[in-house]
């Protein structure tokens, strides 16, 4: 193989290697991981967190010393004259006189110091308040997705059994047909009911094509909660009589204390209660100390090099600020907040209660989901033993077809019902877990 050659078979692989489609193999538990991991909304909510973190960051650096320098190039274009008094220095008469140099620059370095203000502890834990919250709101939006994600999973294999049910029932009827053609034909079955088994196949048909429809799209629905690339194919190795959430039936206060919202309601309440602290505490005084050091260059000239016109000085002190005309806005802005965390603790009492309902609803719909789930299992076991038996019977001719057609139909139904009630035990499984925070 020479070289052009084996350039075009790079092109090749170049061009139709990234076309190719990815299969994922999904149980539940992968798909809820999978979601998690590459959803856009959560790894944007992590940068939530860094923020928070990083006001904690600053707020702790409050404490630290403010040293900052600076540097004063100051040109005098037209010298400030001063008022000489008669008699001052044997002068005659009072005069003005322009007294100081052409250039006066001054480069310094300041230092500060906070060493009373109980602003900056309360700084701190408003932003730790803040980290809090923000972590709560990430785990909210966790556990929205993986519900999304269980239901989406969940309404898959539930359509995949209703197309495969769809499809065994075409293929029922399909037989029922050729075995009603063959009887029409030998004279033994009236034409309406040979006509009647053929539409029934149509319908079946029909049928398997809606079904299959929904299959698709509720597989669509599950790489958009899980956030796959559309052309992949999903391959999931659950089942629903398989999966078991091992739902644990909590006592109704855990289920409360576990929730995100009532979580969420009480740090807000501690925020608010905070910023009103904060906001008294502005009308209190501060106290820091301060210093500088300094290197002044005064001359007539720009040459900075001359050394003996530099000079040298420093300082140190205390200040006080005490605020006075602030203390009205304080106030007003303390007591805002303070209806605030009345506020928030009236929802919060009020969330406490819809959450305890939430979760005793729940817990009696997972009760009557399970009855219904084993209700329907029985029927179906029973639908089944009675289609056999009308078989055997339709088949020695013994059972006409009508017959036959009605046991089938609650066969059928027999067989939805059950898949139905255990798609919706598991969803009711799903609604409990959620009501009672145990994602």
Do not use: C
């Not at 308040?129 to 966790?142: G, S």
């Not at 006080?320 to 009205?328: D, E, F, Q």
């Amino acid at each position: 193989m020479n070289k052009y050659n084996l350039i075009l078979v790079f092109l090749a692989f170049s061009v139709f290697l990234p076309g190719q489609e990815t299969t994922l193999r999904l149980s539940l538990k992968d798909a809820v991981e999978t979601g998690v991991k590459n959803r856009y909304d959560l790894q944007a909510a992590d940068y939530n967190l860094d923020i928070a973190n990083n006001d904690i960051s600053r707020a702790k650096k409050e404490w630290l010393p403010d040293v900052s320098a600076s540097g004063n190039v100051h040109i005098n274009t037209q010298l400030q004259k001063m008022f000489i008094p008669a008699g001052f220095a044997g002068l005659e008469d009072p005069m003005l006189v322009g007294l100081g140099a052409y250039n006066v620059s001054v480069f310094g370095v300041d230092v500060s110091q906070p060493i009373y203000n109980k602003n900056i502890r309360t700084d701190m834990a408003i932003a730790r308040n803040n980290l809090e919250l923000e972590r709560e709101k990430k785990r909210e939006a966790e556990n929205n997705i993986r519900e999304r994600i269980e239901q989406s999973y969940l309404n898959v294999l539930l359509r995949d059994l209703q197309y495969r049910i769809a499809q065994n029932n075409e293929q029922r009827y399909k037989a029922y047909f050729e075995l009603a053609e063959t009887k029409f034909r030998q004279g033994a079955l009236i034409e309406n009911d040979y006509l009647k088994a053929r539409l029934d196949l149509d319908n079946a048909a029909v049928e398997t094509q809606k079904v299959k429809q929904n299959y698709e799209l509720s597989l669509t629905n599950l790489k958009y909660q899980i956030n796959v690339a559309p052309e992949t194919e999903l391959i999931l190795t659950d089942s629903l009589e398989s999966i078991d959430l091992a739902t644990d039936v909590v006592p109704v206060e855990a289920g409360i204390a576990n929730r995100s919202e009532i979580r969420q309601l009480s740090i807000m309440e501690e925020g608010n209660r905070l910023k009103a602290l904060h906001a008294r505490q502005l009308s209190l005084p501060t106290l820091s100390a301060f210093g500088n050091f300094s290197e002044q260059f005064t001359y007539n000239g720009l040459n900075f090099f001359q050394s003996e016109w530099w000079s040298s000085f420093s300082y140190v002190g205390v200040r006080l600020r005490v605020p006075i005309t602030a203390r009205t806005q304080n106030r007003l802005l303390e007591s805002d907040f303070t209806i605030r965390t009345v506020q928030t603790g009236l929802n919060l009492k009020q969330r406490t209660a819809d959450i305890s309902y939430q979760i005793r609803n729940a817990a009696t719909e997972l009760d009557n989901a399970r009855q219904n789930m084993e209700t329907t299992r029985n029927n179906y076991e029973l639908s089944q033993t009675i289609y056999k038996n009308q078989q055997v019977q339709f088949d020695l001719g013994a059972l006409q077809y009508n017959h036959l057609l009605d046991t089938e139909k609650a066969l059928s139904a027999a067989e939805q019902n059950y898949i139905q009630a255990v798609y919706q035990f598991l969803l009711a499984e799903i609604g409990y877990r959620k009501a009672a925070g145990v994602f």
